[in-house]
């Protein structure tokens, strides 16, 4: 699940200054999203349509996902729970408006807890935070999409395949 495709959202000027294209910096970045592990999609319906292009790319090409204001454009509990565990290095997330103007797609890139060169940050979280984050990523991980296309943001039905199996979520 690479490469890096183009938001229809963008302006010609994001396109004409490079979007999508790797910084100097995401070499020397553990967190860079290329040493991170590619999961798959979820979705989310947006209240009226509209998600601004913040000319703020990832190196994938789509947005950064807007953690505070992403609750502004939708009702779902599940931008909570990526805004928490994307604040607390669980995981990045990276958003494109789907053709029909009414879907969100939220890339999910995973943070191993082993990551090199973060000095074993990730291993020294507090308990409440290690709890709360276990929570989320219980109930996140079944929900992960890792249909091909949903990878593009194209919205072509598909039988789903999900990351883990959708029994496992917590009663």
């Known amino acids: 699940m690479d490469g890096v495709e183009l938001c ?10 490079g979007v999508g294209n790797d910084h100097d910096d995401s070499v020397r970045d553990p967190f860079a999203l290329h040493n991170l592990l590619s999961s798959g999609t979820i979705t989310v319906d947006l209240h009226d349509g509209h998600f601004p292009c913040t000319h703020e790319h990832a190196s994938d090409g789509w947005h950064l996902v807007p953690l ?3 609750s502004g454009y ?3 509990d599940v931008c909570c729970m990526i805004s928490f565990l994307t ?5 990045r997330a990276t958003c494109c408006l789907g053709t029909n103007q009414r ?9 191993p807890t ?3 060169n973060v000095r074993g940050q990730l291993r020294h979280r507090s308990k409440a935070i290690l709890t709360e984050g276990g929570r989320y990523l219980q109930s996140l991980l079944p929900m992960i999409s890792q249909v091909h296309d949903s990878w593009r943001a ?3 039905y598909q039988a789903q395949k999900y990351l883990l199996p959708r029994e496992i979520v917590s009663t």
Do not use: K
């Open 68 to 70: 505070r204001q992403l």
């Open 103 to 111: 879907t969100l797609y939220i890339r999910i890139y995973l943070v």
């Open 74 to 76: 939708t009702e779902d």
């Open 154 to 156: 194209d919205e072509h």
């Open 114 to 116: 082993d990551l090199p």
């Open 87 to 91: 604040e607390h290095q669980f995981l």
């Open 8 to 17: 229809p959202l963008c302006c010609e000027s994001c396109i004409r200054n």
